[in-house]
């Protein structure tokens, strides 16, 4: 699918490339300051967090005093009970490639909504050990949060709707959209 053949699905955008861009911008300043002279290894979450990851790292990577090392890992969970909210049972489909033991871990996904998701991640990581434990959210629903999870960076707080965009999909479409937009009712399939 095209842009094109997105936008008679799409109600309205709901953050504009400019905008992620520049709030991608604020979180690597804060995480470049907070790992300045320290070795980074951030952890994608797959699908969903690829955009911001990569666009995250690369701002980071622009901080003259920023971290001393970047190194990325992905980990691809499914927590989807049926076609828009999370259940609580969450999978992982794909590790990390590599050990974690002892390492400054930055989790990045791209939306929180009940928790489950990173809840779950958290506490993962937290039984390999590492030296610090971080999560990164760029997206925040905190409207129906049922676990109580730290999240230390959050880039924006978008409406209670479903959204797509920018990494985020509905049955899989709509990831390579470049802003965050809200789907129109009929797009869902009943
Ligand atoms: P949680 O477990 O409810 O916090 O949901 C987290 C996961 O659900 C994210 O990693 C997303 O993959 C997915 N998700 C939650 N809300 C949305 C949405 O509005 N659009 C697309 N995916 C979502
Ligand atoms: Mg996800």
């Known amino acids: ?59 980071i990577s622009r901080r003259i005093d920023g971290p001393s090392e970047i190194r990325m890992e992905y980990i691809c969970v499914s927590s989807y009970g049926n076609a828009t909210r999370s259940s609580g049972e969450v999978r992982l489909l794909k590790d990390v490639d590599r050990e974690t033991a002892g390492q400054n871990v930055l989790i990045i996904e791209d939306i929180i909504d009940n928790g489950h998701t990173l809840a779950y991640l958290r506490d993962l990581f937290q039984r390999r050990n590492p030296a610090t434990l971080r999560s990164c959210v760029l997206f925040d629903k905190p409207y129906r949060r049922l676990v109580n999870v730290p999240v230390e960076y959050v880039g924006m707080t978008v409406p209670d709707e479903f959204v797509i965009g920018y990494g985020l999909d509905y049955q899989e479409l709509y990831r390579n959209l470049p802003y965050l937009a809200q789907l129109k009712a009929s797009a869902f399939s009943s």
Do not use: Q
Request: charged share 25%; hydrophobic share 50%.
């Open 1 to 59: 699918m095209t842009l094109n053949a997105y936008e008679p699905t799409i109600e309205r955008t709901l953050a504009s490339r400019e905008e992620i861009a520049a709030t991608v911008a604020r979180l690597a300043d804060r995480i470049a300051a907070d790992y300045a002279g320290k070795p980074l290894l951030l952890i994608g979450v797959l699908k969903g967090a690829l955009h911001v990851s990569v666009d995250l790292a690369r701002e």
